[in-house]
């Protein structure tokens, strides 16, 4: 009898995985149709990192992980960007990593922090790709603009996250924070 308990829960847990990796797929690649909205290149809202923080914050950094690799992977495959994979993965993963640091610290509170933080994680990953592809340090030049617009786009998505998940505690009837 508890087997099949756990495997309901299972599968309503993997539907729901894989309905936030379409959802964090579909704004990503709708942000990537409208294109930069600042003329500095490499600088965008990751709106998509709104999903990865409320999965997050609903299940465990496992689960944020899969949701980001999926998105991350399909992503390229459908913007035709292989390219973008590297730096999209290595800025992904460590920005995955400070967030899952930082929301367990934090014990998931204060999700502009750490989506903040995330961002920060995120563009550093990036340059780090950039320096192994270009085989050029010259690129850590381009850090303190990255910064500045992590702090930026991090804040405005750690507070659209927020705002999902005080409107998802009231459809799902749970608390996050």
């Known amino acids: 009898m508890e087997t099949k308990k756990t495997n309901k829960t299972d599968i309503k847990k993997m539907t729901a995985l894989a309905m936030f990796s379409v959802i964090a797929l579909t ?4 942000e990537s149709m409208i294109g930069q909205i600042v003329p500095i290149p490499g600088i965008k809202l990751g ?8 999965v997050l914050i609903l299940y465990a ?17 459908f913007g035709g960007q292989m390219i973008s994979f590297f730096y999209s993965l290595t800025g992904g993963i460590l920005c995955w990593l400070v967030m899952s640091l930082i929301s367990a610290l934090l014990k ?3 999700l502009v922090l750490i989506s903040m933080c995330g961002a920060a994680a995120h563009n ?10 270009t085989h050029s340090i010259s690129v850590v030049a381009y850090l303190p603009v990255l910064m500045l617009s992590a702090m930026i786009t ?15 505690q009231k ?3 749970v608390r996050f924070f």
Not at 47 to 54: D, P, R
Not at 61 to 77: D, N, Q, T, W, Y
Not at 155 to 165: D, H, K
């Open 47 to 54: 709106l998509a990192n709104i999903v990865t923080l409320l």
């Open 124 to 133: 550093i990953g990036q340059i780090l790709a950039a320096i192994v592809i």
């Open 61 to 77: 950094p496992k689960e944020a992980l899969f949701v980001l690799i999926v998105r991350i992977l399909l992503g390229s495959m």
């Open 154 to 168: 991090g804040c405005f998505t750690g507070l659209a996250a927020q705002v999902s998940a005080k409107r998802l």
């Open 108 to 110: 998931k509170k204060f």
């Open 171 to 173: 459809i799902l009837r």
């Open 27 to 30: 704004i990503f690649t709708a």
